[in-house]
């Protein structure tokens, strides 16, 4: 990361793939598994303190982090993951991460929201819809892979920004 901000790179972001797995419905950090909701608390803080922590280890501030990478489908993936539905990001991000963040002093990075391997608003329709979640989201991400399996066709025109 060192040498990324020795070429001028301003804007890092880090993406959770897995919460640890004792904090995980499945007790493994592969496979998908869904945050605990009695450890949502603690994934909180471990977020809001590895944004901390990584500013203090390398001076280096992250632009944004996101709560997990490709959180749909996830139970056939033999490497890191986790799964999360609309209502767990809603509350997630409403009763635990805003307030860790603000706990820590790290409210002004931003956060990531949705991921999913295909375009979807799915994951994100529950938070976006709750002023008190919406808050806290500062980015509606998206991985836009083709997959035929879905029968999704790729859009055909650009997405509009909402700010």
Do not use: C
Not at 147 to 161: A, C, D, K, Q, Y
């Amino acid at each position: 990361m060192q040498q990324a901000k020795a070429r001028g790179v301003h804007k890092l972001i880090a993406s959770s793939w897995s919460p640890p797995a004792w904090m995980k419905t499945n007790n493994s950090t592969t496979n998908g598994g869904y945050l605990k909701s009695e450890n949502y608390g603690d994934f909180a803080l471990l977020m809001s303190k590895f944004i901390k922590e990584y500013n203090q280890q390398f001076g280096i501030d992250l632009y944004g982090v996101s709560l997990a990478n490709e959180p749909n489908s996830m139970t056939f993936l033999s490497w890191g993951s986790s799964e999360w539905n609309s209502t767990n990001i809603q509350v997630f991000l409403k009763d635990y991460l805003k307030q860790a963040m603000v706990n820590q002093g790290v409210q002004g990075t931003k956060v990531i929201v949705g991921e999913p391997s295909w375009w979807s608003e799915d994951l994100m329709k529950d938070a976006l819809n709750d002023p008190a979640s919406a808050e806290r989201i500062d980015i509606v991400a998206g991985h836009n892979y083709p997959i035929p399996i879905i029968g999704v066709e790729l859009p055909t025109t650009p997405f509009t920004e909402i700010s």
